[in-house]
């Protein structure tokens, strides 16, 4: 019989049936009315979803297409700017950064840990020359979640300055209001939260990220913002589009509405703080413990295992996948994804998963007690809904 996979890898992430029958209709033209009009509902979708009045631009690439094109039409040779370095992807920031020409002034921050925010404070207050401040809304290598909100707030009443946030694995899966909070440049990836498959990305521009747009003289030709932004408020694209993801993308759209943006937090953050508790009932230390994402949690594993055997052993005797880690946390840790299309069932699936490749590489466990943990939050966090009482 052929092993039953459970993808609990932060991205890609499962997609649900009906988005998969959505992208196996036979395939529309990009240059049709029926086209136009599902660009249009996406359109709608994604302000919905990142919190936006403004247009949100939808580019083929995966995530780091939608890194690059932040810097590249918004910034200058030479601009300065702030990048906070607390893992793989602050790194990949600094790489982008400086490909361009750009000046970057590193925040390294330990990976596990987040920013402080008075650091950036006070860069901002010496240098009057930084132009943008870039950070991770959720550092997917090392599951911590910076302080995005108090970035925005020391960053939003300067005019010559704008943040912009990597929300790859946290839109769709924690509260990222662009508007509300003042996030200037906010950058999503298809394969995580919105449950697609690689290929799409997404940003969202404040008005100040746009006026960044008019000024900066960087090269660009495939992502240039101002021409995606001009198409779509055309219902169409500049050059032709994943057509296949963006009918995939209106149906998650339509099912994330549905269920309403504050469900799907509050679902997600049951779902990490039970992932948490039974880790933690294991024995084993937490990666983030002080500042974890809700869309997936970290652990280090026993003294002495080898991550790598670890995480074969689960993927391919067990047809559990987990994320292992990356840099120097290479072979140290496991990385267990609690977004999108996963459910209560798959997190117990990874927690006794994770109890019986512990027994089988020699470490004390009690079967059943990660388990337990798991249920109790998730079953207190159950509504009474239809139970009668």
Excluded at 132 to 157: N, Y
Excluded at 296 to 314: H, I, K, S, Y
Aim: aromatic share 8%; proline share 4%.
């Amino acid at each position: 019989m052929r092993k039953k996979i459970y993808l609990l890898t932060p991205g890609p992430t499962p997609i649900i049936e009906d988005v998969l029958l959505e992208m196996a209709r036979p395939i529309l033209h990009h240059r049709t009315p029926q086209f136009s009009a599902i660009i249009e509902e996406v359109k709608k979708g994604l302000q919905y979803l990142f919190q936006t009045k403004n247009d949100v631009l939808i580019l083929n690439a995966s995530g780091t297409g939608a890194m690059e094109g932040s810097v590249s039409n918004l910034f200058s040779s030479g601009d300065s700017v702030i990048v906070i370095n607390g893992g793989k992807f602050g790194e990949r920031w600094t790489e982008i950064c400086r490909s361009y020409g750009l000046n970057v002034k590193e925040i390294s921050v330990e990976w596990g840990k987040a920013v402080d925010p008075s650091i950036v404070r006070d860069i901002l207050k010496r240098d009057k020359g930084i132009k943008g401040v870039f950070v991770q809304a959720s550092e997917t290598s090392t599951t911590v979640t910076h302080p995005v909100k108090e970035l925005a707030e020391i960053v939003r009443d300067i005019d010559d300055t704008i943040l912009v946030v990597d929300g790859i694995s946290a839109v769709g899966v924690f509260d990222l209001p662009m508007d509300k909070w003042g996030i200037d440049v906010l950058v999503s990836g298809a394969q995580k939260g919105l449950m697609l498959p690689p290929g799409l990305s997404f940003v969202g521009l404040s008005d100040k990220g746009w006026r960044f747009s008019e000024d900066a003289d960087l090269p660009r030709y495939y992502f240039d913002f101002r021409k995606e932004r001009d198409n779509l408020r055309a219902n169409t694209t500049a050059y032709t589009p994943a057509i296949s993801l963006i009918v995939g993308l209106r149906k998650v759209l339509q099912d994330i509405r549905e269920e309403g943006i504050e469900t799907i937090f509050a679902r997600h953050e049951r779902l990490a703080m039970a992932t948490r508790a039974g880790i933690v009932a294991l024995g084993l230390r937490l990666l983030a413990p002080d500042s974890p994402s809700n869309g997936v949690t970290g652990f280090f594993l026993p003294d002495g295992v080898d991550g790598g055997r670890f995480a074969r052993f689960l993927r391919d005797d067990l047809g559990i996948i987990m994320a292992g880690g990356q840099g120097h946390l290479k072979g140290k840790i496991l990385r267990i994804a609690h977004m999108g299309y996963i459910g209560i069932f798959d997190i117990i699936v990874a927690i006794s998963g994770l109890e019986m490749a512990l027994k089988r590489f020699g470490y004390n466990v009690e079967f059943g007690k990660g388990i337990a943990a798991v249920q109790e939050i998730l079953f207190m966090e159950m509504s009474d809904e239809g139970t009668g009482k």
